[in-house]
């Protein structure tokens, strides 16, 4: 891949964002052959990375779309994602969105709360379309992640704990919502089969009580950040039968385009400042905040020249007026010079979809590696121009 890595830097500058197609078809591939034997109908949470052209990707294998905007729905859109393949998620619907969402005639709605329902209940007023409606059920399972992007416990704002699901199911009832099926997310990044196993147990119990044969099983599967990933053998050995009987969808965002994703910077200096060595380079948080929200690590490679007479500890940081802007901490090893390029891998999910314009930066170009070995741009760099385009004076 380096040929390719200094072919787009070199054609496309600095900051930008790589992806490549072959790599999300394998991943797929994988998805498919998971849930063989399954009725199975697979979503990709636009959350992740809502690129439309990555989209399309996925929508010609056969993805609907999970989300939780109309931003997201606008790229569902533009990609030809089938409007009744769309899954709109989140816990804080506006009753303009539930217009919008049902004037375009989406397939599935999962309802985020009790409360939820007396604004469904006025919205189908004036709508003769009717999605399918989900309860997310909240099922109080740890998953083991980093506590940021749990989201099954009853500390979290998401999802009907079980002890209120009779009353959820009577108020619906109650405002002629007719409930189809249940929705489960317990959280991303998720690398242990265990929370899966003790949350669809459940949920497929509470399924066959309440005579509902639909379940969304959510995402989160975990993808190897830093050696530890989701066994999908032992995913498909231990989970996948509890869904024998029922019609499952299915969420996945970071599975499908992490790995897929590269985030390329340039050096610009090399600091010492007599305690520690600084690479600083031309992007930072900025365009991949995951580091210094998450603490994640994200591994790279080096294209270009590196002094490797001798070897320091080195933190790579951007260029952004704050101490957290940094894109790898503590690397032991010879010193990237400037001009170098610095490779982030597994940069796909939650890269660019988490960019901002902080300090009055512009968000970098993407670019699609398509499975031909083409180079194809798939967003502009943001211009100034864009930045201030809102501005009134």
């Known amino acids: 891949m380096q040929d390719v890595f200094k072919k787009a830097a070199k054609k496309f500058d600095t900051p930008l964002y790589l992806y490549s197609e072959n790599i999300i078809l394998s991943k797929i591939n994988e998805v498919f052959k998971t849930f063989k034997g399954i009725d199975f109908h697979p979503t990709f949470a636009l959350k992740a990375n809502s690129n439309p052209n990555l989209l ?17 729905l606008r790229a569902s859109i533009m990609a030809g994602v089938d409007l009744k393949s769309i899954v709109w ?3 804080g619907k506006s009753r303009a969105e539930m217009a919008e969402f049902l004037s375009a005639g989406i397939g599935k709605v999962n309802i985020d709360s009790i409360e939820e329902i007396a604004l469904w209940r006025e919205a189908l007023k004036s709508s003769k379309h009717r999605p399918e409606f989900f309860v997310r059920i909240n099922s109080e399972v740890d998953a083991l992640t980093h506590p940021f992007i749990a989201t099954g416990l009853k500390k979290h704002k998401f999802g009907i704990p079980v002890k209120l699901l009779v009353n959820f199911f009577e108020t619906a009832k109650k405002a002629g919502i007719k409930i189809s099926g249940f929705h489960s997310h317990i959280g991303s990044q998720v690398t ?3 929370p899966y196993f003790d949350a669809f147990s459940q949920i497929t119990a509470m399924a066959e009580e309440y005579g509902i044969k639909k379940i969304n099983i959510g995402g989160g599967w975990g993808i190897d950040y830093t050696g530890d990933k989701l066994d999908l053998a032992e995913y498909r050995k231990k989970v996948v039968p509890l869904f024998k009987n029922f019609e499952i969808t299915a969420e996945f965002g970071r599975f499908i385009v992490a790995e897929a994703g590269f985030y390329l910077v340039t050096v610009q200096i090399t600091k010492y400042n007599g305690y520690k060595y600084f690479i600083v380079a031309n ?17 790279f490679e080096v294209i270009g020249k590196m002094n490797n007479k001798f070897e320091a500890s080195y933190n790579i940081v951007g260029p952004l007026c704050e101490s957290g802007d940094v894109l790898y901490t503590n690397r032991d090893g010879g010193l990237p010079e400037p001009g170098s390029v610095i490779v982030f891998k597994n940069t796909g999910a939650y890269g660019y979809a988490m960019a901002s314009n902080y300090n009055g930066t512009v ?3 993407e670019v699609l590696i398509t499975s031909g070995g083409e180079l194809k741009l798939i967003r502009k760099r943001e211009t100034l121009a864009d930045l201030f385009a809102g501005v009134i004076m």
């Open 363 to 365: 968000r970098p170009a």
């Open 56 to 72: 399309k990707i996925m929508r010609d294998k056969g993805f609907g779309s999970d989300v939780v905007s109309s931003g997201e």
């Open 283 to 299: 992007g930072g948080m900025n365009h991949l905040l995951r580091p210094a929200l998450y603490s994640a690590i994200h591994d």
């Open 89 to 91: 998620n989140g816990c």
């Open 192 to 194: 242990d089969v265990t």
